[in-house]
């Protein structure tokens, strides 16, 4: 035997990784339980055009450049002579691309365009969640700008706003939906502070009304777009997306905590620059304290920000920002979701590849690939239950907001879904209950699930493979850590869902909402399993105290959503009844402690090796088994 040398002996076969789209099950399953056959044909060419597009070679190049030529700030806040000026961030080429490539898919625009009415969110999501691992984190502006567009539409929509306000939020909206990247805009969201963190109750921001005269500078004479009449002067501890065009804040009033939109840039007519040319933009009284050095999403420029005579818009009622922001953290939340979904979609694409290729030992003397490897099909066929059940709860709760925002829609639901889809006093009190859970549990339980994606390709996976982006699992790992932080943590959530529950107005509206989905599923052996779980959760919620119950804030929220995923399991195997459904629906009932139960259990006549490889890839894509 010769020895091996750097250039010789033997080399692993590279992984080929397939179309998400094609080759998920679990998305194909979601593709066809949440959408009409005639929506889902129709969409289906656009979205495999797009699983193909985010892994080319051009996309994946452009994420290495963003995570390797990391955004900073020039100079310090002074020029050559001492004198201040305004910071400047710095982003990479490869984030300016993704961020255009983002806008031309229309992956913010097409939640708020016309033809597919209360499915528009499943198809918009669905392609970020495609998109996700080939976006070196594109997608929280992405999600922010999405916020703050459903907020300005609201008040567009039903607010009395004056013509210059309603001119003002016209604008940004038309901008936030926009798919052409010269124009489209992206948003922050401004709410954490030193003294608060989470609690944006203890805002040390204030807003000042004070209205300039008649003949201040424009935030853009182009389009004769007025500075707002708020000046808003403070201190911002985090704030992702610091490039972006616009931003959504808190700050106080005399009357109390309040949201204001507000643009990143004005034009200043007296600035001269070092060359002589007079007139220009600068930032909207912001300076960049700081950027932050984070374990992940190290291509984002998240900093600390100064707010000097900003100058913004009130949104709404004054006292009433909480409410404004809710708005954009219900979206912000479900794409946190979709967003760690996304990682563990690209991960388990990655290791159904790896295992295809790579070898291992068999004993005496044998090899076999990973996929005829029993452990190691049972592991991924585990996880790939898991990852099923957490996307159907995810597109549930994109389906439910667009329900919320296309009350009047004209299509009727599809049968399928048909027994959880609530009437329409029913959907608002669901959504705001499933928001926190979904947020909390997904984001929580991803990033175990995209570490054991990491693992199953040995030490492959905890490299950086940033020559070989497109199995580069460990800055999916990192940067999935970060989701479930960000929008609340795990804790603040399941707070925020005791709160909903126990509202004394809308809980008992939230209860009856979860009730009757619930107990919607037919009554046999396996929803009397859920129904006996959720009478106990119930009885919980009703005879304890909103102090009592916050303890095990957890409990419930973790209890309430696998009650929710196993509803969904049930209508997932009776809307496409197959063995390979039903044993994923059996597994995940016996590790959630519901039991195994009568109907759902796999066909013992087939190998449990094929029925593991077939949870895997989908029955449809089987790699042919080796032979030892």
Known sequence: MEPASADTGFFQLSPTLKNQFTHDPSIKRVFKLFLPADIARAVAPEVSGLGDEVLQERVLDWVTDAEKNQPYVTG???????????????VTEGWRKLQGFSIEKGLVSQGYEAGLDQYTRVVQYLRELIFESSSANVGCPGAMADGAAQVLQRHLRHSKLDSEQEKVFQNAFGRLVSRDPARAWTSGQW?????????????????TYSPLPNDAPLCDPQENI????WSIDGFKWFSSATDSNMTILLARTPRGLSAFYAPMRRYNPSAVSGTGVAGGTELNGVTISRLKNKMG?????????????????LIGEEGKGIKEIATILTITRIRSAISALGHVSRGLTIARAFAEVREVGAGRGKRMRLVDSTLHMRTLSDMTVEYHAMMLLTFYASYLLGMEEHPASTHISIPSIAAITPPPKHVTPLLRVITPLLKAYVTKQAIGLIYGCMESLGGVGYLENTESEYMNIARLFRDACVLNIWEGTTDVLATDLIRALKHPKEGSDSIEALDSVITSVQRDSNSAAIAQQWDALKTELETNTQQDLLQNARGVLWGLAEILMAVL????VRGDDNRVVREMCQRYFASKSM???????????????ELNREIVFGVEHMPAASKL
């Open 191 to 207: 709410m954490t502070e030193r003294i608060g963190g989470s609690d944006v109750s203890r805002s040390e921001t204030v807003a």
């Open 569 to 572: 399991f049930l209508l997932d």
């Open 226 to 229: 007025p500075l707002g009449p």
């Open 297 to 313: 999403t190290k291509s984002l420029p998240t900093a600390e920000l100064q707010l000097r005579g900003m100058r913004g818009w």
């Open 76 to 90: 310090g806040g002074r020029n050559a002579l001492g004198q201040r000026v305004s910071t400047k961030l710095v």
């Open 595 to 609: 039991g195994p139960t009568q109907g759902t259990g796999s066909d013992r006549t087939r190998p449990s090796l």
